[in-house]
T-cell receptor, first 114, second 113 residues
């Protein structure tokens, strides 16, 4: 069966510090991968998605970047965190289809920038 | 612009009572429709999905949803809620068939004894 792992579960970082959140998927190959952010009291905002190694699409301009160095690894990064980067970050994967494959989410990372 | 609306931010129901969570979308064609549930501090779990065919779909945990094209709605229902159903529920839409879901802002469900 397929599983998705995200770490760390919680993170407190000072403003201006770098960030690296990692997500890995097991039990499937060539998945579509996604990073979402959930701000308090709001829905989920798609940040990045990837359909293959080295292929990253950014949905919104921001202080963050994403990379996919391996087929089942997706990394969210920042060189210098802002207070507004605080939130709950969710990684997800889906089988590459025509859209009828649901997203499968990790347990998320709670990021607090102080 | 594409949008998904969940008009109820917070709903409180008694345990054993029926539940309906509303979801409306604005798209030109019939999209793919999903409902997800999120427990506090956790990721999202798929409850059910609609792609085509029968407009009443059954999901996990006793939930069902009905797609109504004329109302652009995909409301989630459960005949009798349990205390363990307390969570946040998200409706989501994929209009272009590319797994780039647009989510509603969520409805937080509280269950009272």
């Amino acid at each position: 069966s397929q599983t998705i792992h995200q770490w760390p579960a919680t993170l407190v970082q000072p403003v201006g510090s770098p960030l690296s959140l990692e997500c890995t998927v097991e039990g499937t190959s060539n998945p579509n991968l996604y990073w979402y952010r959930q701000a308090a009291g709001r829905g989920l905002q798609l940040l990045f998605y990837s359909v293959g190694i080295g292929q990253i699409s950014s949905e919104v301009p921001q202080n963050l970047s994403a990379s996919r160095p391996q087929d089942r690894q997706f990394i969210l990064s920042s060189k210098k965190l802002l207070l507004s980067d605080s939130g709950f970050y969710l990684c997800a994967w889906a089988k590459p289809t025509d859209g009828n494959s649901p997203l499968h989410f990790g347990n998320g990372t709670r990021l607090t920038v102080t | 612009a594409q949008s998904v609306t969940q008009p109820d931010i917070h709903i409180t129901v008694s345990e054993g009572a029926s539940l309906e969570l509303r979801c409306n979308y604005s798209y030109g064609a019939t999209p793919y429709l999903f409902w997800y549930v999120q427990s506090p501090g956790q990721g999202l779990q798929l409850l059910l999905k609609y792609f085509s065919g029968d407009t009443l779909v059954q999901g996990i945990k006793g939930f069902e949803a009905e797609f109504k094209r004329s109302q652009s709605s995909f409301n989630l229902r459960k005949p009798s809620v349990h205390w363990s159903d307390a969570a946040e529920y998200f409706c989501a839409v994929d209009n272009f068939g590319n797994e780039k879901l647009t989510f509603g802002t969520g409805t937080r469900l509280t269950i009272i004894p």
